[in-house]
């Protein structure tokens, strides 16, 4: 067959069950892919040829033998490098921890190697999550398969950039201020935000332990809903892990949105911070569109953005600077200068700040609950502009505060970004949609409605297709 650089998940599971497609087939020709591209957008810090092609050789023999774990069985992924693999180093994209060897596998990463996955690499991510887009660091910050001189978004940069490549079907990001959700936007592919608590942060480098989240980030829906099936679940030695029982994220998918009410936050991207005019109109024409399918649309109004992003920012300051602290006063010089300066940001705030925000953050989650009570998904945007470009550097500071991402850290909700178009500069628009806690299921199916109906997924960076 032709090269399946842009097979996902669960087209690439029907080919290798019915035995049209080998795990070897897929592995060695998505590591070509690699060899032969990457060099110009800097997904990996560290691909694993020997070792994929070593466990896509055992699914191989597994399925011959009629052994099938799953629809992920032989399927390759790869993972941002603050999650541990056993025997691998986890860098965090820092001098810091270049030499960094993981001593076990993180728990995500366990559920996805027992469910079959084929791991093809580590990859770039901000240093520490935070600092970045950076060329001061070890390895050279990702860039947007759209457009090489744009920004593709981050911290879970790696992640987005090589799924928009075609390098990969699957990857894991975090996310603790829309580190998942920004490079879905810039990069136009799918990224899940789960609430917090639905999958374990054993075994990842924390950033700030309580917005902290893992997720999965494909190219389509339903691969999205089936990655975040495989990794899922209570985890009883992560003390935020919640016991909560996992449904079948695929059972409700094809139900459309007919009947459904969805609330649309206008008021993030119109009154708290003016968005750019494409991706606000490509926002109203997805909420349009909805209303064409048979959802009720209404306006839901929560408190301002500059709350929940004050709110957020001051928790995640401390935060990381209590992970931080030993390292920023013994080895200052060996973190890039961005990632120094955001992580310094917390060393002048005292206690009364971190609990005032603390109490900050009940009264809005509250507020959003009610605002959530008449609704049963939330539309509104993830960042406000499309992707600048890489070496501006005002209009990067920028995008930390023109996005309505963070809101959704502070409260835990599931958020999920998903492509809503291309600007004229051919760059990706983006929408986000918003649940209540732990009805990802919902957010599913209400997306699939949306890509199914405007094709956008199916779309890809020109001479890569």
Request: glycine share 12%; charged share 20%.
């Given at each position: 067959m032709s090269e399946p650089?842009?097979?996902?998940?669960?087209?690439?599971?029907?080919?290798?069950?019915?035995?049209?497609?080998?795990?070897?087939?897929?592995?060695?020709?998505?590591?070509?892919?690699?060899?032969?591209?990457?060099?110009?957008?800097?997904?990996?810090?560290?691909?694993?040829?020997?070792?994929?092609?070593?466990?896509?050789?055992?699914?191989?023999?597994?399925?011959?033998?009629?052994?099938?774990?799953?629809?992920?069985?032989?399927?390759?992924?790869?993972?941002?490098?603050?999650?541990?693999?056993?025997?691998?180093?986890?860098?965090?994209?820092?001098?810091?921890?270049?030499?960094?060897?993981?001593?076990?596998?993180?728990?995500?990463?366990?559920?996805?190697?027992?469910?079959?996955?084929?791991?093809?690499?580590?990859?770039?991510?901000?240093?520490?999550?935070?600092?970045?887009?950076?060329?001061?660091?070890?390895?050279?910050?990702?860039?947007?398969?759209?457009?090489?001189?744009?920004?593709?978004?981050?911290?879970?940069?790696?992640?987005?950039?090589?799924?928009?490549?075609?390098?990969?079907?699957?990857?894991?990001?975090?996310?603790?201020?829309?580190?998942?959700?920004?490079?879905?936007?810039?990069?136009?592919?799918?990224?899940?935000?789960?609430?917090?608590?639905?999958?374990?942060?054993?075994?990842?480098?924390?950033?700030?332990?309580?917005?902290?989240?893992?997720?999965?980030?494909?190219?389509?829906?339903?691969?999205?809903?089936?990655?975040?099936?495989?990794?899922?679940?209570?985890?009883?030695?992560?003390?935020?892990?919640?016991?909560?029982?996992?449904?079948?994220?695929?059972?409700?998918?094809?139900?459309?949105?007919?009947?459904?009410?969805i609330g649309v936050i206008r008021h993030f991207y119109t009154t708290d911070v003016a968005g750019d005019a494409e991706m606000t109109a490509a926002i109203e024409a997805a909420a349009d569109l909805f209303g064409r399918l048979g959802a009720e649309i209404r306006e839901i109004r929560l408190p301002p953005l500059q709350d929940f992003a004050a709110c957020g920012q001051v928790i995640m300051a401390a935060e990381a600077y209590a992970v931080h602290e030993r390292w920023l006063k013994e080895r200052p010089g060996d973190y890039g200068a961005r990632g120094r300066e955001r992580l310094l940001a917390g060393a002048g705030l005292s206690a009364a700040d971190y609990l005032q925000a603390v109490r900050w953050r009940l009264t809005l989650r509250h507020a959003a609950a009610n605002a959530f009570r008449g609704v049963d998904v939330a539309l509104t945007a993830s960042s406000l502009d499309p992707a600048c470009r890489i070496d501006d550097d005002a209009a990067l500071a920028a995008t930390y505060s023109r996005q309505a991402r963070i809101a959704f850290n502070v409260t835990g909700q599931p958020a999920l970004v998903i492509p809503a178009g291309f600007a004229r500069s051919g760059l990706p628009l983006s929408l986000q949609l918003v649940g209540h806690p732990f009805a990802e299921a919902m957010l599913y199916r209400v997306a699939e409605a949306y890509e199914t109906a405007t094709g956008w997924t199916e779309r890809h960076p020109a001479g890569l297709a």
């Open positions: 650089a842009f097979l996902g998940i669960t087209e690439a599971s029907a080919l290798i069950r019915a035995r049209k497609l080998s795990p070897v087939e897929l592995t060695t020709a998505l590591l070509a892919r690699i060899d032969r591209l990457d060099r110009s957008f800097n997904a990996f810090i560290r691909p694993l040829p020997e070792r994929a092609l070593k466990v896509a050789r055992q699914a191989e023999a597994e399925i011959a033998a009629g052994c099938w774990r799953g629809a992920f069985h032989g399927i390759p992924y790869a993972l941002k490098d603050i999650i541990d693999v056993e025997g691998l180093p986890t860098t965090a994209h820092s001098k810091l921890l270049a030499d960094n060897l993981a001593t076990a596998d993180a728990a995500v990463t366990a559920r996805l190697e027992a469910a079959g996955g084929v791991l093809l690499g580590k990859l770039s991510t901000h240093e520490f999550a935070i600092g970045g887009p950076s060329f001061d660091l070890p390895w050279p910050p990702a860039r947007n398969p759209w457009n090489p001189g744009h920004f593709p978004g981050g911290s879970s940069s790696g992640s987005g950039v090589g799924l928009a490549a075609g390098l990969f079907p699957a990857a894991l990001g975090t996310d603790t201020g829309g580190s998942i959700r920004n490079p879905a936007s810039q990069c136009g592919i799918i990224g899940m935000k789960p609430t917090y608590g639905r999958v374990s942060r054993r075994g990842v480098f924390p950033l700030a332990f309580s917005l902290d989240h893992v997720g999965p980030m494909t190219r389509g829906v339903r691969d999205n809903a089936l990655m975040l099936q495989v990794i899922a679940g209570h985890d009883p030695l992560d003390p935020a892990s919640a016991d909560e029982p996992v449904p079948d994220y695929g059972a409700s998918l094809s139900e459309g949105v007919r009947g459904l009410r």
